[in-house]
């Protein structure tokens, strides 16, 4: 029997990965094995440096959800 639980072969997509709850949140589903996409206004390098570090997988994708257009890029830069 697997881990229970275990995101191995899963992605995650986290919005306001940058700091506070959303980088907590993107290093904990790392932790479990998730592939994280970290998406924020600001620069989500450091919470993909510390997933890296950890030994998991993690990928930047800054953006702003004023912009009318930033959910489509969200979606086609996580795909």
Known sequence: MGDLFSLAGHRALVTG????IGRAIAEALAGQ???????????????V?????????????????VDPMAASDLFQGAG
């Not at 990965?17 to 506070?20: P, T, V």
């Not at 998991?56 to 702003?64: A, I």
């Open 49 to 65: 440096a510390s997933i890296t570090a950890s030994g998991g997988v993690g990928e930047e994708l800054q953006l702003d959800f």
């Open 17 to 20: 990965a940058n700091d506070g």
């Open 33 to 47: 094995g998730a592939r994280v996409t970290c998406a924020g206004r600001r620069s989500c390098a450091e919470t």
